[in-house]
């Protein structure tokens, strides 16, 4: 059987990163992808992630120092800024949840 594959999706306000401050909430769901929308159980909500470019960076997930590393070496050293877009995790087959060799792929949206 195919397992399904789950995102964990982050909503940031806008200017969230402009100064940054740990203590700005964000919104963060946990998702499965869906053929359609029609089966939703009762009590969630069906979302359409919009397009668009992103960076993605494959990483294990005891790999803490991968947002820092995103945000503060990578986002400034490159061409890219950051889109007003959900960010989100790909949990998808090589993901085993508290497993040290669980890995995962962190998707930031972008624009050239």
Known sequence: MK??????????PSGYFEPFSPQTEFVKW???????????PKGMEGFTLPGG??????????DTDIFQYIYTTWL???????????HFELLG?????????SEEEIWIPVRA
């Open 3 to 12: 397992r399904k594959v789950g995102y964990y999706l982050w909503f940031y």
């Open 53 to 62: 470019l992103y960076a993605v960076f494959p990483h294990r997930v005891m």
């Open 30 to 40: 946990a998702t499965v992808e869906v053929t359609d929308f029609d089966k939703i």
């Open 76 to 86: 400034p050293n490159s061409t890219y800024s950051l889109d007003d877009r959900p």
């Open 93 to 101: 087959e090589k993901y085993k949840n508290n497993d040290p060799d």
